[in-house]
T-cell receptor, first 111, second 114 residues
């Protein structure tokens, strides 16, 4: 099956710093999403981005499908950004029957 | 708009007991999913329902059964709980007909089997 690798596995930032999280995948995909799991365990969809670039406030994401990677940028980090960031991919169009999640990047933002 | 609602939030079972996890979505989505999350394993699909009236096994279905009660509700049943089923369970939904529809997750159920 498709392999999804996220880096770095752990990251500690000072509040206000910027960071880039990476997601590499081993095969072409039709679906790619970034999720944030907050310290209370809630999984929040950040971006649906199988290709191209999207921005939402201090967060942006870029997927280069031909090179099989996606990047999540966090600018001016805040303590509320702490948690685990997951990348999830699927090859089929429509539905998430065979979605593969990466093992996540655990981010801690310290004041 | 509540999105995806799961109950209960926490549950402790003894080995051999049974229980049903409930999930409901109010986004009129066709597809619903049950995942489990274990430390270091990411999320793994247990069962899914592409549309009302259909259910199929995912990656880790053993020990579970599901019911798609109607378009809104998708329940997960543990007939005889085992310690290996200690996990956090997430329900999710998406619009199967919309290829650009993202996954929406509930807040999870933390299950401990002793």
């Amino acid at each position: 099956g498709i392999q999804v690798e996220q880096s770095p596995p752990d990251l500690i930032l000072q509040e206000g710093a910027n960071s880039t999280l990476r997601c590499n995948f081993s095969d072409s995909v039709n679906n790619l999403q970034w999720f944030h799991q907050n310290p209370w365990g809630q999984l929040i969809n950040l971006f649906y981005i199988p290709s191209g670039t999207k921005q939402n406030g201090r967060l942006s994401a870029t997927t280069v499908a031909t090179e099989r990677y996606s990047l999540l940028y966090i600018s001016s980090s805040q303590t509320t950004d702490s948690g685990v960031y997951f990348c999830a991919v699927e090859r089929s169009r429509g539905g998430y029957q065979k979605v593969t999640f990466g093992t996540g990047t655990k981010l801690q933002v310290i004041p | 708009n509540a999105g995806v609602t799961q109950t209960p939030k926490f549950q402790v079972l003894k080995t051999g007991q049974s229980m049903t996890l409930q999930c409901a979505q109010d986004m009129n989505h066709n597809s619903m999913y049950w995942y489990r999350q274990d430390p270091g394993m990411g999320l793994r699909l247990i069962y899914y329902s592409a549309s009302e009236g259909t259910t199929d096994k995912g990656e880790v279905p053993n020990g579970y059964n599901v019911s798609r009660l109607n378009k809104r509700e998708f329940s997960l049943r543990l007939e005889s709980a085992a310690p290996s089923q200690t996990s956090v369970y997430f329900c999710a939904s998406s619009d199967y007909r919309d290829f650009d529809s993202p996954l929406h997750f509930g807040n999870g159920t933390r299950l401990t089997v002793t």
